[in-house]
């Protein structure tokens, strides 16, 4: 019978490795799928008893914190709830979040400040965490909002030095503070800014302008053929109210904004260097600013059946996209970008809304210094198509932007959107000032408007917004 | 060294582990818990002190590691009742030192534990009463669809179960020293496969009734894997013959398939088993919120664990609880959230020791009562703790019975002490020297 128990034995220890197995299962194997399950209180629990640390503007004004909700326990409020939502963000426990409180979630939360013993971690319930400095301007923030007036559309301030994003502003938007948020009820957590598809219309002439120039093709004296129409990939094109300008001067042709001229001018340059230069200025990755990736849409160029082409694709219609049509697809932070390059000279600095941390003892832990993405064109390139630009204001179709004594460098764009005939725009405008020394470069656009242009419905709030940001000393 | 000198060199781990639990819940909750509660530990070691020095007089020559694993285990049980419920540890004391009462009282009654042989068909009587009580109208009682308590004046609840398989062990005991040779040459070939004969099986097939009665009546599935698990173990080891085994865990599988898939209860038990975290069953009533918590209770232990005091039991600020029943059928889970995997493989490798010691007390005994009992009562506590551990880590469907000697609960804390007791009187009688026998 002895060797029955001895068998029985080692039955019993199978099961009780059955027993070893399942439990490491849960405890290491398993463990962060199940820490990360939806249906997992504890780590909401877990969350509610750290005090995160707060979310500043660049004025020391703040934009979320943790109060104290009972028990031992903390809620996150956002005093100036809808207004800096798309950036900030908001905090509902891991996994929850979006905006800075998601992209900054470990720092924000902290870490244990006190010493853990053998005994567990007794008296580590208080985790305090680090202070979140941005560079967003209350002023210019609240401009954008009264600007936009509840329409559609976004608007991006950066200061081209240094990628610092001063405003960035999306209707709709939401309220951080409630967890309740319906399409019907105009709310909404889809950040147009940085996640929106937007023909760029004739702003993207910028691009254009940059591959043309600093390729050495042309020059802003170059003289083009500015008549209407104009077959572009086998189809005619024509210019706004079928004008025919004659023979003109590069400069005259963005003042004017001269479709025929910029497609040719497209074509000419190829495909290729086009390619080339739009992934200089950051098509065909997501921005490099510091929001979480799912908040983020790299500029692209989409075909008709709206599947995304290769980058350089020889399906594309180059002298079309080359006027901001043909498929092209970008947020509101791209073009911003772009204005903030030529502003830079040809330099095109990361985008930040980060600019510091600070512990609970108000020490400095952590500065965001600025740092170059990529070096687009020459100063000298960039200063003639500077020139070009403060033209456009000056005596084209940008002159409702006007600041007045400060010269203010901009270009226009009316992209038609939805079907032929139904006259729907999407009216752009981007830009910087002062042209001599440029603090602020800006980027704005509405959505879907009955054939508004964006000379007239976006230059002014870029104005303003612009004016806003130079008063407050940026 | 004696082996009574060792057994009190082992209850130095069990001082120790009980000293620093209670010290660090202290120190965790000492805005909820008054000091006076720290006596609980004191006092815990002084119930198994008096416990050893019985033994030194009565069973000097008993197994020296079986009450100090059981020390060990008891002392971690306290320590985490303690921390989940300062009142149910109050009464899980109390009910410790019923069990110690009923732990001498065994041992005084039963010096000769071979007289329980003459009273074998009162004692399964008695067992398969107690088995069906729970269902009794007016003092059975329903819990989560299983019918596994019954309520005594006073408002206390008992689990008969708990004692049911100690008398079933005994009687099979009994009963498989008779009838093993017969077993064994009565058998047939039949189609290849060797079957034992039906008129000396007859009981053995009364216990497969018992263990789908508990299924049926009960809705019990943990109680009858416990019982027919023994049962098959005994059966394997008084006969020798694997295919008894196999042709009855066909017939407890084939029984237990068709239950499963025709009683609600048990169709949910395995419902919530495979789909914890499908959120659907995660809602549902009786669905997988214990469970699935259970599991998420685990992960947070990880590797080294929480610490004492520090996993989360209710959800704050409300009285509902994040893991319903933390200190009875969920301690196992509590327990690794807070000393994590290797806490809880220590907890399981003190099982194993014990069931080692068992498994050694039968082998070392020469009279085949004696091996059969031991063999019994061990394999029915090692598939306990395969039961209620394997429920809360979701190898096998969770089904309510008791962690023994760490969960909360009388008739589990009482009845394990009589099944030590009993273990202790065969080793006792097995290791005796063989000049002093008499």
Redo the contacts between chains.
């Keep these: 019978m002895n060797d029955q128990i001895v068998k029985l034995f080692g039955f019993i220890l199978v099961l009780f490795g059955l027993l070893v197995f399942f439990t490491s299962k849960w405890t290491v194997f398993d463990a962060t799928a199940l820490n990360n399950n939806s249906l997992n209180h504890l780590t909401a629990i877990r969350d509610a008893k750290i005090k995160r640390g707060r979310i500043l503007a660049d004025n020391g004004e703040v934009l979320a914190k943790s109060v104290p909700a009972g028990g031992g326990e903390w809620k996150r409020t956002y005093p100036q709830n809808s207004l800096f939502a798309q950036t900030v963000g908001y905090w509902r426990g891991s996994g929850n979040d979006a905006g800075l409180e998601s992209y900054y979630a470990g720092r924000l939360n902290g870490k244990t400040e006190s010493i853990s013993s053998v005994l567990g971690p007794l008296s580590s319930s208080l985790k305090v965490g680090d202070t979140l400095h941005t560079t967003l301007d209350p002023k210019a923030q609240e401009e954008a909002r009264s600007e936009l007036a509840g329409r559609v559309g976004a608007v991006v301030a950066l200061q081209p030095r240094t990628g610092a994003v001063l405003a960035m502003y999306a209707n709709p938007t939401y309220d951080p503070n409630s967890s309740k948020c319906s399409a019907s009820a105009g709310c909404s957590y889809f950040n147009r800014a940085t996640q929106a598809a937007y023909p760029p219309g004739s702003t993207f002439k910028i691009v254009t302008a940059g591959a043309a120039i600093n390729t050495g093709k042309y020059s802003p004296n170059s003289q083009v053929d500015g008549n209407s129409p104009r077959t572009i990939s086998g189809v005619p094109l024509e210019n706004d109210l079928n004008h025919s300008y004659g023979t003109v001067s590069l400069t005259y042709a963005l003042t004017q904004s001269i479709n025929t001229v910029w497609a040719q001018v497209g074509v000419n340059v190829g495909t290729p260097v086009m390619t080339d230069y739009m992934k200089r200025f950051g098509f065909y990755s997501d921005p490099p600013i510091d929001l979480p990736k799912g908040e983020l849409r790299a500029s692209n160029v989409l075909s008709p059946a709206g599947v995304a082409y290769p980058p350089g694709s020889q399906d594309e219609d180059i002298g079309r996209i080359a006027i901001g049509q043909g498929g092209l697809s970008v947020a509101p932070l791209q073009m911003a970008m772009v204005a903030s390059t030529i502003a830079d000279n040809g330099n095109l600095m990361r985008p930040h809304l980060a600019s510091r941390f600070t512990n609970s003892q108000g020490e400095t832990v952590q500065t965001i210094r600025p740092s170059l993405y990529h070096h687009v064109m020459s100063a000298q390139s960039a200063q003639d198509i500077n020139q070009m630009m403060r033209t456009v204001v000056d005596e084209g179709t940008g002159t409702p932007a006007s600041l007045g004594g400060i010269s203010f460098a901009g270009k226009t764009g009316t992209a038609s959107v939805g079907k032929a005939g139904q006259q729907r725009t999407d009216p752009w405008f981007i830009g910087f000032a002062p042209a001599n020394d440029p603090k602020v470069a800006v980027a704005v656009v509405l959505e879907n408007t009955p054939n508004e242009y964006g000379g007239q419905v976006a230059g002014p709030i870029a104005a303003a917004v612009v004016r806003t940001l130079l008063q407050e000393g940026k | 060294m004696s082996a009574r000198n060792r057994e009190l060199l082992g209850l130095l781990p069990a001082s120790a582990l009980v000293i620093?639990g209670f010290?660090?819940v202290f120190?965790?909750r000492q805005n909820v818990l008054s000091n006076v509660s720290l006596t609980y530990g004191i006092l815990f070691l002084a119930l198994c002190l008096g416990a050893h020095v019985f033994l030194r007089i009565t069973l000097p020559y008993a197994d020296p590691y079986l009450f100090p694993i059981v020390a060990l285990l008891a002392s971690l049980g306290i320590v985490m009742i303690y921390r989940i419920s300062a009142t149910d540890a109050r009464q899980q004391a109390q009910w410790f030192v019923v069990g110690l009462i009923l732990f001498v009282a065994t041992i005084l009654m039963f010096r000769d534990y071979r007289r329980l042989e003459q009273y074998r068909y009162v004692i399964v009587a008695i067992s398969l009463v107690l088995l069906v009580l729970p269902r009794a109208p007016g003092i059975g009682e329903q819990v989560n669809g299983a019918y596994l308590n019954i309520k005594l004046p006073g408002g206390i609840t008992f689990q008969p179960t708990e004692f049911s398989k100690i008398g079933l062990v005994i009687f099979l005991a009994s009963y498989l020293r008779d009838t093993r040779q017969v077993l064994v040459q009565g058998a047939r070939r039949l189609l290849g496969i060797t079957f034992p004969p039906l008129k000396h099986f007859g009981p053995v097939l009364v216990i497969w009734g018992v263990a789908m009665l508990a299924l049926v009546l009960l809705s019990d599935i943990g109680s009858s894997v416990m019982f027919y698990g023994a049962l098959l173990?005994m059966l394997?080891?008084?006969t020798?013959r694997l295919s008894f085994v196999v042709i009855g865990l066909i017939a407890f599988i084939g029984g237990a398939w068709f239950l499963g898939s025709h009683i609600a209860h048990v169709h949910a038990r395995f419902e919530t088993w495979q789909h914890a975290?499908n959120?659907t069953i995660?809602n549902a009533p009786l669905g997988s919120y214990q469970v699935?918590?259970g599991?998420?209770?685990?992960?947070?232990?990880?590797?080294f664990?929480?610490?004492?005091?520090?996993s989360?039991i209710t959800?704050?600020?409300t009285h509902s609880s994040?893991i319903p029943e933390a200190d009875t059928d969920m301690i196992y889970a509590v327990l690794?959230s807070?000393i994590?995997?290797f806490g809880?493989?220590g907890v399981?490798i003190g099982?194993?020791l014990f069931?080692?010691r068992g498994?050694k007390t039968?082998?070392l005994s020469s009279d085949?009562f004696s091996?059969l009992m031991a063999?019994g009562l061990t394999?029915v506590f090692?598939l306990q703790?395969?039961v209620i551990?394997?429920g809360v880590?979701?190898?096998i469907p969770l089904t309510g019975v008791t962690l023994p000697f760490i969960s909360y609960g009388g008739a589990s804390i009482v009845a394990n002490f009589v099944l030590l007791a009993l273990l202790l009187l065969v080793s006792n009688r097995a290791r005796r020297p063989v000049r002093q026998n008499t």
């Design positions: 620093a010290a660090a120190v965790q173990a394997y080891v008084a020798g975290l959120p995660y699935a918590n599991n998420f209770a685990m992960a947070a232990g990880g590797l664990g929480q610490g004492f005091g520090e989360i959800v704050p600020g994040l690794t807070e994590g995997l809880a493989v399981l099982y194993l069931v080692w498994f039968a082998m085949s091996k063999v394999s090692a703790v395969f551990v394997g880590t979701r190898v």
